[in-house]
């Protein structure tokens, strides 16, 4: 048996330098260069090339017109390879809480100690609305979408009080937690294995206010509908 050394191995060194270079191209908003991405990866550009080459070859990464590297259209292929079910039957309630309130709406799951959003719509009925992109991350003792996931949970010694208050009203709230003067109203969805819940967000404190009962419904019709 060959003996532990306790650092990572050669393939793994690999395939991790591969997935940080993944994320930094999908994660900038206007796309990397080979020499950008070297930067941020703090090795030589003939290796970030390389790399970025390699992502291109199996369609994670493309490269565009003006020379930077953007997500490729295989992302998308993993992207509907996480919980289908989950998302399909979400998806159609969600898009009937954002057209109807007007704001964005969005299904996080609980990974580990954090809230990760995994999709989200954006209503067409208002030209003004809060906008993010599926991938956020939370944590999840934090912000309404973390406290709704908790409370879809057991309860635990020393929780915050806005985990159980999220219990007993079915819903939780939150006031600037994760981004400064945003409300959030989240339900979470029974019968979701990994955890999951409904997340609106809004400027608004009347919108967030009447949205509460919309989310509430609309976890409950997700969770009716993954329990057939």
């Known amino acids: 048996?060959?003996?532990?050394?306790?650092?990572?191995?050669?393939?793994?060194?690999t395939l991790?330098?591969?997935?940080?270079?993944?994320?930094?191209?999908?994660?900038?908003?206007?796309?990397?260069?080979?020499?950008?991405?070297?930067?941020e990866l703090g090795v030589?550009?003939?290796?970030?090339?390389?790399?970025?080459?390699?992502?291109?070859?199996?369609?994670?990464?493309?490269q565009s017109a003006?020379?930077?590297?953007?997500?490729?259209?295989?992302?998308?292929?993993?992207?509907?390879?996480?919980?289908?079910?989950?998302?399909?039957?979400a998806i159609p309630v969600m898009r009937g809480v954002a057209n109807e309130i007007g704001c964005t709406v969005s299904l996080?799951?609980?990974?580990?100690?954090?809230?990760?959003?995994?999709?989200?719509?954006?209503?067409t009925t208002a030209a003004h609305h809060i906008a993010f992109k599926a991938g956020m991350r939370t944590p999840i003792n934090r912000g309404a979408a973390g406290y709704a996931l908790l409370a879809a949970g057991p309860q635990v010694a020393e929780e915050p009080v806005e985990v159980t208050r999220a219990r007993e009203r079915g819903y939780a709230t939150s006031s600037g937690e994760i981004e400064l003067g945003a409300y959030a109203v989240a339900a979470p969805i029974p019968n979701s294995h990994p955890r999951a819940c409904l997340n609106l967000i809004t400027h608004r404190e009347d919108q967030a206010k009447a949205a509460?009962?919309?989310?509430?419904?609309?976890a409950r019709q997700v969770g009716e509908a993954l329990s057939e």
């Open 212 to 218: 509460e009962k919309f989310i509430l419904n609309a």
């Open 108 to 123: 996080f799951v609980a990974e580990g100690a954090e809230a990760v959003s995994i999709e989200l719509v954006e209503p």
């Open 16 to 39: 991790a330098r591969g997935l940080r270079a993944l994320l930094a191209v999908v994660d900038s908003p206007d796309g990397m260069t080979s020499q950008q991405l070297a930067v």
């Open 66 to 89: 003006d020379g930077r590297y953007r997500g490729g259209s295989r992302l998308a292929t993993l992207a509907d390879a996480y919980l289908p079910t989950l998302r399909e039957l």
């Open 44 to 62: 030589h550009r003939s290796i970030a090339y390389r790399l970025l080459q390699t992502l291109a070859d199996f369609g994670f990464v493309a």
């Open 1 to 13: 048996m060959a003996e532990q050394t306790g650092r990572p191995q050669v393939g793994s060194q």
